[in-house]
């Protein structure tokens, strides 16, 4: 068994999923009905446990196309019931292979809709997921645990230097015979930048090029 800790030591019991590590992070919920990969990639998560209010979370798997940025920034997941089954056509891995790839936790079997009306009446606050054997440590550590406010998150997430934004994902609403020859050029500077928002200035017919937070205006 294993438990989400609350900061003000309210307990959420559940099963691990993914790399089943201990992990900190602020507690937020997702009210999206589908796009939890999209969720996990988004670079805006960092440093968040995300509970997801929807309860199925898993059946339609994971692939290579639905990453808002290279890598996961969420810290962890909390989900009321998981699909081990995966069951769409564009799926390369199950959830829980995702997560064990990106070296992500998550929790599975926790009562959801407790948690959101909880942390939606007393805020979001640090968190902790563990095994149940690693509980009583997990109280001390997240007592130490920094807290978000202040935290400089964008130079966290940020790319490592500039390159040039290409299109992942072609939107079917998508018509390159109606762009212009000549292209609007963007600057993108990334202090979290999603995947899609790039796609819709590229399918606006710009050319964009990303840089990191830190580039001066000179």
């Known amino acids: 068994m294993a438990t989400i800790l609350l900061e003000d030591g309210k307990c959420f019991k559940g099963t691990l999923i993914g790399a089943k590590s201990k992990i900190f992070g602020e507690l937020v919920f997702n009210t999206s009905m589908t796009g939890y990969q999209e969720v996990l990639t ?4 960092a440093g968040q446990i ?6 199925e979370i898993g059946n339609y798997g994971c692939n290579h196309n639905d990453y808002e940025s290279d890598d996961c920034f969420a810290s962890g997941i909390v989900i009321r019931n998981y699909s081990p089954l995966v069951s769409n056509y564009r799926s390369q891995e199950t959830l ?3 997560l064990k790839r990106h070296d992500m936790t998550g929790i599975y079997g926790v009562d959801t809709r407790a948690l ?3 942390i939606r009446d007393n805020g979001s606050m640090k968190a902790v997921i563990c095994e149940d054997a690693e509980l009583e440590q997990a109280k001390k550590e997240l007592e130490s645990f920094p807290s978000m406010n202040g935290r400089d998150l964008a130079s966290e997430v940020t790319c490592k230097s500039a390159y040039k934004a290409v299109q992942k994902v072609v939107s079917e609403f998508y018509d390159a015979s109606k762009l212009q020859e000549t292209k609007k050029k963007v600057l993108a500077i990334d202090f979290g930048v999603k995947q899609n928002i790039l796609n819709k200035l590229i399918e606006c017919g710009c050319e964009v090029e990303v840089v990191p ?3 001066s205006a000179q």
């Open 42 to 45: 988004d670079p805006s998560y």
């Open 50 to 55: 995300i509970t997801f209010t929807y309860p």
């Open 96 to 98: 829980d292979s995702f």
């Open 116 to 118: 959101t009306r909880y």
């Open 213 to 215: 937070a830190q580039t």
